[in-house]
Every structure is written in structure tokens, then in C-alpha cells.
């Protein structure tokens, strides 16, 4: 029977799972601009659309009919927009702050001035207060400088979200109006030199002074985007706490000023490294509980990774208008490089990559702004994994295109894809976070099945019937049917037979997941290679979603070039619709498609010899 | 004096798109290409804002002349600093006829309702080229004017207005009420910043049609057709400057 009652899941699981934000609203004073203040709560979580994917359904009033903003709201960004467009094509010299490996004064001065430092700060202090949508949406133009765009992201996204979050009323009032307004510069300090992806591990101390009101904190922080020039930091350490009697060593954050260090306190920074030797912070300045902290962290690193997904889009679109423009004029064997099928291919690929990648982002900024606040963390995730591999792959065959001219300086390409090689490590790697995405569904769908396997076993007879009923259809071979499509479906009739494929891998999704806790029940933890393959189906399942409601609502409303958002998402969706078929297939017991055993031998022996393992192919014998 | 400044700005077709004509060259194409306020409005915009911070006037109010989309041109020139806005409503086939002489006779109509101490416009729109309606606008109020301006300052009643002409510089006093029109050297207009812009939602814009200022806004031109310019020609190498004059003479340019 199925024992999957007593699913463990290891630490992997922690980032952030008991948690969940609220927000509570605040009564509009003028036209329909809602301001959502957040704070942890720790509750059980409120997951949005993806965790029913895992019991092979589809959370439909969720995601269809994709998000909507009022016409006052759209009107606003394409005011907000115009600005900041005009600002990075006239005030922005990327080459040169590449080549100098710094940001001007007077950019990061006009930055400031234009608002760009508070982007979602409330407007009571001090920012522009606005929501997750628009903050995507000025994220596609900032992405135009990779410089630029992390310095902001890790300003905002994270250095100051977590006084946003989870700080106090004092603190917010203290710190946040003279980070919004770029004055103070905002850092975040988790990762060590020995504690990257396993954050849990951090060795950086805050004990407690005597006098009880004081902190001093030792120990050093790695790869700290900001550091160097950051007034206000939130920094994570290990601070002792008493827990029913006995004394555990948990986490905690703390706001960390950078001019008030006191005479012993040094603050020292070389390219992204901060120690600190005996910094003192004040116990006013723990944001959150003591002990607390680890939530804190995955809860601010949760909320800010779906921008990734506008900002690649945006980029990857100025590519594409370089490029074409290159495509069009250059000529070849007598034809424009246009003409010729590998070309068109790429150009094919960028723009299946922008669609996906914008319509990812929008869906998950959209439910984020919804009130009650679902979870969204599970989205967030899957679209920076999208979004980080596609913009590498995009920026890779967009110098392609270029050739030889792609590949000098001389030209933005290699910039960008240097820039883009970043995207699928930091803000958590994306083998970390493939392993979230998988475990956090996994652990969802565990519950709920065992909770039917009571219901069961008290006698519930029709529940008994229901699953039978449900195996004997799949044993028949009749399609899924999810209500995607038809009288009342959702999707719109042109886009059926991509809805229909949808239907079919979500179904087939849902028995693989039921197979899997059933085969592998608590190990399934440390099956890696099985984990990427769910996670990757399910990011492929998301991302045909965000596509089908998008074109579904494009074609509704009669937006122009309709005709073109289909023919992607066509494309698209019959694309993965094989990728998910196959993996899924791998996934199944004893499938001769799946090479894992080999894989792991492979590198066994490999680690254990240090190097490669073969005899030279010239090598002799006799 | 009311310390009250009019400023015009258009909403003309961004200097960055590359510009089609219509296949039944009635016009160019302005279906879902991007817009945006004619830079030397812009320039105009700044001037008034420039004033009205060093205190020698009281008021900026921003005037556009179009359909729904002009009131985005106008809040724009909110979030540079105007404090209020009019916009004149013209839609369709009115809109598409439009020109100096009905627009200048709207702006004097506003000019004597609003008692205007100054009215500020850009010296000409980057897609008709027309630079009449600061002209024409002035001589319909019988207002002295200060046109191409490349340097404003105001002396007590009087503003000396350097312009830039032909020959060079040109530095006169006029007096006010008055009609000036900004040149690209006048100032560097300011960006709207994204605080600015949330103010700017709380500002108000009046709406008027032509109609309530007694103005006729009937075209007395009619455009018979729009074409491309004529591609360029390839050119011609010559080896020698003997050559090239002897050319230049059979071409008869010379």
C-alpha cells in the first residue's frame, strides 16, 4: 500500500515552507490604487496554481483569463515607461561601464532622480508604491544594462525587502525613505565562502553584549552584489536562542548600518566580500524574531525572482530587433542571411523564448498582486529557471547571427551573454531551485493523496470508486479533459488543440507523480536526476499555461497581431508537449530510456580517479 | 500681470520611428506607432517650468490641441512641472486637417480666457515642419513676439529675447503679454521623473471644444498627396578633380 504517510522531507525543503505573506489592504484614498503592505505570517502556506498540476488538475479560475489591469493602470506604465526608455537609450553608455567596470556618478544620480531606487517602497515612505506588474514591467527596460540591473535588484529586490516584509514599524519609518529615494544603498548578506547554496550553514556569529543591547557581529560574507558601496545592509547570522529549555543556534537578521560601526566595529569590502569584525547593532535592529531569520531570507529571495522573466523578455526583444535589422542587410551566396532556414530558426527561437518568457513573468506578477496574497513562490521559481536558461541560450545564438562580428567588442553580444551567464546561478541556482520546484509540489501532492488514503481506509466507498474509475479510463486510453476546451472552456477554440495537448501531459503528469511517491516514498529526496525531470515538466506545464491564457485573452480583446501570439504559442506548446512526453516516459519504472544508473556510474569513477578515466586511444598494449 | 503662462505641446510621432507612408499616400502611418511630445515643446515646457521655480511667474498651464491620446502629451508636460492642464478636444477628420492657422487662433482664444502673461510654444512640430503657429498666434493677438529664442531672461515688464537667425545672433526687448518660441539652444528639458509623474496623476486637465472658444477650426487646405522622399542615387567615382569638374559642368550644376 501506499506509504507515503510518513513523507520526510529533508532540509532542502526548508526555504521557506511554513510560510506564506499576507497583505492587507488599505482603503484606497485615491482612484483604485491599492497599497499592499506585506508581513510574515506563519501560517500554512496558501499556494497559488502550480501544486494542483501535481494531482494532474488544472486550477483554472487561477490562471484563466490572464491578468488584467484597469485602463488607468495601463495608462500609468506606459507614462512611468516613456521616461526610463528615454533615460537608458540617451543617458546610458553600457559599453563604457562595462569596459570601466563602474557605474558613473551621474547615472546612478539620474537613477535616483527618476525613482527607479523604490520602486515598490509604499508611498508613505517615501516610494513610488507600486505593484509587482509594474515593477516587471520597468524591469524590461533596465535589463538593457546588466550593470544597472543588478545593482537595482539587489538594492530593492532584496537588500531592502526585508525591512519591507518583515521590519517593524520603527524600522520601516527609519530606513526605508532614504533607501527609496537611492540616498542609502541597501545590500543583502547571506552567502559565505562556505555556505552558497546551503544557506542554512552560515558560520557568521551575532552574540548578545552584556549589557543585552547590543549585537556583535563576526564573520564574513562572499559575492555581496553592492557591497562595496551599501549604507544599509541586511545581514543573516547565527545568534544562540532558547527553544523549550534548550539552547539552539538559529538564524536571525539584522538591519546592519554602515556608518555606525563604534570603535571597534570594522566594516571591510573588497570586490563582493564584507567581513565584519565586532560590528555592533543595536537589538532594536532585528528584523523579525530571533531565531527567525531563515524565513525571513527565503521569503524575501521568493518574492523578487519573477522579474527575471520581464527582464530577459526585454532583452532578448532588443536583440531581436538588432539582429533582424543585420539579417535583413547582410547578404550571402547572393541571399539576405534572412533567407537562409538555420537563421530563421534563431529568430524563431528568440521570439518563442520573449513570448514565453514575458507571459511567464505577467501571470506570476499578476497573481502575486491579487489580494489575499498567494504563495507564488513555486511560480516565481519556475519562470527564473525559464528565464535564466533561455536568455543564455538566446543571447548565444543571437551573436550567432552576427558571426565573427557578434564575437569583438565592437558590438553589445558578448557583452550580453556574459552579462546573462550569471542569471542561472545567483538568486539560487537553478539546481536548487529545480529541486524546490519538484519537492515543494511533491510534498503538496503527498499530503493530499494521503489524505484520501484515510479517507479510504475509513470506508469512504465513493472515493474508492472515483480512483478506480480514473485508472480504468487512462487503461482505455481516452483523453483527459480538464475543461480547457469545448462549450465552456477557457481557452479560446483556435488555440484548442494546444489546450488539448496541455490536458494530456497534465493527466499524464498527475499518475507519474502518484507513481513516483508511491515507488520511491521518502528516498525520492535524494533522487536527483528523477527531481530535474518533474521539475522541468512542470515548468514546461506553467509556461504553456501563461502562453494559452495569454493568446487566449489576446485574441478575445482583439489585440493586434493576434494571429502571431498563436502561431508561438502553437509552436511552443507542440514543442514541449514532446519534451514533457519524453521525460515523463524516462520517469516511468524501469524505462530503458532512462540513462541515470549509467550517469551516476560514470561520474563515480570519474570523482574517484580526480580525472578522466579512459586509456589514450593511441595507446598500445603489445 | 496674471503670472500665468501658457505653454503648447504636441503630440507628434517619436523622432526615433522610421516613417511610412500609406499605401494610398493620403498620409503616413500613425495606427500603433509610437508617440511622443514634439522635443522642441518640450524645450518649451522646461523654459516655463525654468521661470516659474526663479519666481517670475506664478502659473504653468499646459494646452494641447487633439484627440483623447494628446491629454498623455499633456500630462507629461505635468510631470515636468506644468500645474494644470487644458486640453482642446479635435478627433478624426478634423484632427487629421488640423493646422497652424486654426491651432493659433485656438491658443489666442485661451490666451485672452486665461489671461495669459506669456504664451510659450516650441518653434515648430518635427512632422509638418510648419513653424507658423508662434507667428501666427502672436499676430492674431496683436502680442509682440520673440521667436527662435535661444536665450529668455525677463527684465521687470520687458523680456529680452536672444534668437537665433540666419546671419547669427539677435538680441531684442519686447513687451508683455507676449508670444515666444523655443530653439533647441534654449535649455535641456528635465526628465520626468517617476515620482513626478505620480503627482502629476492628482493634477487636473480641463476640457474644452473649439466650438466653446468661438473658434472655427474648417481647413482651407486640402493635402492632394503624400509621397517618400526620392531614393537616393548611387554615386559616380572619378579619378581626378578634372574629372569631377568636368562632370559637375555636364550635369550643368556648375
Known amino acids: ?622 | 500681470m496674471s503670472g500665468r503662462v501658457l505653454v503648447g505641446v504636441k503630440r507628434v510621432i517619436d523622432y526615433a520611428v522610421k516613417i511610412r507612408v500609406k499605401p494610398d499616400n493620403s498620409g503616413v502611418v500613425t495606427d500603433g506607432v509610437k508617440h511622443s511630445m514634439n522635443p522642441f515643446c518640450e524645450i518649451a515646457v522646461e523654459e516655463a517650468v525654468k521661470l516659474k521655480e526663479k519666481k517670475f511667474i506664478k502659473e504653468v498651464v499646459a494646452v494641447s490641441c487633439g484627440p483623447q491620446q494628446a491629454q498623455e502629451t499633456i500630462r507629461t508636460a505635468l510631470a515636468m512641472g506644468a500645474d494644470r492642464g487644458i486640453h482642446v478636444e479635435v478627433t478624426g477628420k478634423d484632427y487629421d486637417t488640423l493646422g497652424p492657422l486654426q491651432v493659433s487662433k485656438i491658443f489666442a482664444a485661451l490666451a485672452k480666457k486665461e489671461d495669459a502673461q506669456l504664451l510659450i510654444l516650441g518653434k515648430q512640430a518635427i512632422d509638418d515642419d510648419c513653424n507658423q503657429t508662434g507667428q501666427m498666434t502672436a499676430a492674431l493677438l496683436d502680442w509682440p513676439q520673440g521667436t527662435f529664442a535661444s536665450e529668455v531672461s525677463l527684465e521687470g515688464d520687458k523680456i529680452k529675447v536672444v534668437r537665433e537667425i540666419d546671419g547669427g545672433l539677435e538680441t531684442i526687448k519686447i513687451n508683455t503679454p507676449a508670444v515666444l518660441t523655443a530653439d533647441l539652444r534654449l535649455n535641456t528639458p528635465r526628465y520626468a521623473t517617476l515620482p513626478n509623474i505620480m503627482k502629476a496623476k492628482k493634477k487636473k486637465i480641463a476640457q474644452v471644444k473649439p466650438a466653446d472658444l468661438g473658434v472655427d477650426i474648417t481647413s482651407r487646405l486640402e493635402v492632394l498627396r503624400v509621397d517618400e522622399p526620392p531614393q537616393r542615387l548611387a554615386g559616380v567615382t572619378v579619378e581626378t578633380v578634372d574629372d569631377l569638374v568636368a562632370k559637375l559642368k555636364e550635369s550643368g550644376t556648375i
Open chain 1, 1 to 622: 500500500m501506499m506509504n507515503v504517510n510518513r513523507y520526510v522531507l529533508s532540509r532542502s525543503l526548508h526555504f521557506g515552507q511554513r510560510l506564506v505573506s499576507r497583505s492587507t489592504r488599505r482603503a484606497a484614498t485615491d482612484a483604485e490604487r491599492l497599497q499592499q503592505r506585506r508581513s510574515i505570517r506563519t501560517q500554512s502556506r496558501n499556494l497559488a496554481y502550480a501544486k494542483d498540476l501535481f494531482l494532474g488538475q488544472v486550477n483554472k479560475a487561477e490562471v484563466f483569463p490572464y491578468p488584467e489591469i484597469g485602463n488607468e493602470e495601463v495608462e500609468e506604465i506606459n507614462q512611468l515607461v516613456a521616461p526610463v526608455e528615454k533615460f537608458f537609450s540617451e543617458e546610458v553608455d553600457s559599453a563604457k561601464i562595462d569596459r570601466e567596470a563602474k557605474i558613473p556618478e551621474e547615472t546612478l544620480n539620474g537613477l535616483k532622480e527618476l525613482g527607479l531606487f523604490g520602486i515598490m517602497v509604499p508611498e508613505e515612505y517615501g516610494g513610488l508604491g507600486l505593484s509587482n506588474t509594474v515593477y516587471a514591467r520597468l524591469a524590461e527596460i533596465t535589463s538593457l544594462d546588466g550593470s544597472i540591473a543588478v545593482t537595482l535588484a539587489a538594492h530593492q529586490a532584496i537588500g531592502l525587502k526585508g525591512i519591507l516584509i518583515a521590519g517593524n514599524e520603527a524600522q520601516k519609518q527609519k530606513y526605508l525613505p532614504k533607501l527609496a529615494s537611492g540616498e542609502h544603498i541597501a545590500a543583502f548578506c547571506l552567502t559565505e565562502p562556505g555556505s552558497g547554496s546551503d544557506a542554512a550553514s552560515i558560520t557568521t556569529r551575532a552574540t548578545l553584549s552584556e549589557d543585552g543591547k547590543h549585537y556583535l557581529i563576526n564573520g564574513s560574507k562572499f559575492w555581496i552584489s553592492n557591497g562595496d558601496m551599501a549604507d544599509v545592509m541586511t545581514v543573516f547570522a547565527r545568534t544562540e536562542v532558547v527553544v523549550d529549555g534548550v539552547k539552539k543556534d538559529k538564524i536571525s537578521a539584522f538591519i546592519v548600518e554602515r556608518d555606525k560601526l563604534g570603535i571597534r566595529g570594522r566594516l571591510a569590502f573588497s570586490a563582493c566580500e564584507v567581513s565584519f569584525d565586532n560590528v555592533p547593532v543595536p537589538v532594536e535592529n532585528v528584523i523579525g524574531e530571533v531565531g527567525g531569520g531563515f524565513k525571513v531570507a527565503m521569503n524575501i529571495l521568493n518574492s523578487g525572482r519573477f522579474s527575471m522573466g520581464s527582464s530577459s523578455a526585454g532583452m532578448i526583444k532588443k536583440l531581436i530587433e538588432l539582429t533582424s535589422e543585420y539579417a535583413a542587410t547582410r547578404k550571402q551566396f547572393n541571399k539576405s542571411l534572412g533567407e537562409f532556414g538555420m537563421i530563421q530558426e534563431k529568430f524563431a527561437l528568440m521570439s518563442i523564448n520573449a513570448f514565453v518568457m514575458e507571459s511567464m513573468a505577467y501571470l506570476t506578477a499578476g497573481m502575486m498582486d491579487r489580494p489575499g496574497l498567494p504563495d507564488c513562490s513555486l511560480e516565481a521559481a519556475m519562470v527564473k529557471v525559464f528565464s535564466s536558461e533561455g536568455g543564455w541560450i538566446c543571447t548565444s545564438e543571437a551573436l550567432q547571427i552576427l558571426g565573427g562580428l557578434g564575437y569583438t567588442k565592437n558590438y553589445p553580444y558578448e557583452r550580453y551573454v556574459r552579462d546573462c551567464r550569471i542569471l542561472p546561478i545567483f538568486e539560487g541556482t537553478n539546481e536548487i531551485l529545480r529541486m524546490y520546484i519538484a519537492l515543494t509540489g511533491m510534498q503538496y501532492a503527498g499530503k493530499v493523496l494521503t489524505g484520501k488514503i484515510k479517507e479510504m481506509k475509513k470506508g469512504n466507498i465513493g472515493l474508492a470508486l472515483g480512483m478506480v474509475g480514473k485508472k480504468l479510463r487512462a487503461s482505455f486510453g481516452s483523453s483527459a479533459d480538464l475543461g480547457l476546451t469545448g462549450k465552456d472552456g477557457v481557452v479560446h477554440p483556435s488555440l484548442a488543440q494546444s489546450a488539448k495537448k496541455f490536458e494530456q501531459n497534465v493527466d499524464l503528469f498527475g499518475s507519474t507523480v502518484e507513481s513516483l511517491l508511491y515507488r520511491y516514498g521518502k528516498t525520492l529526496v535524494d533522487e536527483q536526476l528523477i527531481l530535474k525531470r518533474v521539475a522541468d515538466v512542470l515548468i514546461n506545464l506553467y509556461a504553456m499555461t501563461a502562453v494559452l491564457s495569454r493568446s487566449s485573452r489576446s485574441i478575445s480583446i482583439g489585440l493586434r497581431n493576434h494571429d502571431h501570439e498563436v502561431l508561438l504559442t502553437n509552436t511552443f506548446c507542440s514543442d514541449a508537449f514532446f519534451k514533457n512526453n519524453y521525460w515523463m516516459t524516462q520517469l516511468q519504472k524501469h524505462s530503458p530510456e532512462n540513462n541515470d544508473a549509467n550517469i551516476k556510474k560514470i561520474a563515480r569513477e570519474v570523482l574517484e580517479n580526480r580525472a578522466y578515466v579512459c586509456s589514450h586511444p593511441l595507446e598500445r598494449t603489445f
